[in-house]
């Protein structure tokens, strides 16, 4: 299993960014799929889920409201869309399938002025 994350960067207090993942190398329209992020010194975390097909989302309370996880099974991809970013969402951002113990590298996400 592959996953390639993209979409971060460097992005001020109260901005958007929309990470992407692409997965190769299992049934992707079978999988749930989900983000996680590590930020420095802290234990990797679950940000979000979503179900194979689309019917039911999950997110951790730090980012409901602000966030919001999408997928196109045609294009075996994931995204987190990423809105009101603040400091504390500074953090290296996984996606990860579920029931797979594969990662990616990850994107980095920096939210400061």
């Known amino acids: 299993v592959q996953l390639v994350e993209s979409g971060g960067g460097l992005v001020q207090p109260g901005g958007s960014l929309r990470l992407s993942c692409a997965v190769s190398g299992l049934s992707f329209s079978y999988n749930a799929m989900s983000w996680y992020r590590q930020a420095p010194g802290k234990e990797r975390g679950l940000v979000a889920s979503?179900?194979?097909?689309?019917?039911?989302?999950y997110y951790a309370d730090s980012v409901k409201g602000r966030f919001t996880i999408s997928r196109d099974n045609a294009k075996n991809a994931v995204y987190l869309q990423m809105n009101s970013l603040k400091p504390e969402d500074t953090a290296v951002y996984y996606c990860?399938?579920?029931?797979?113990?594969?990662w990616g590298r990850g994107t980095q996400v920096t939210v400061s002025s």
């Open positions: 979503i179900t194979s097909t689309s019917d039911s989302t």
């Open positions: 990860r399938a579920l029931g797979d113990p594969s």
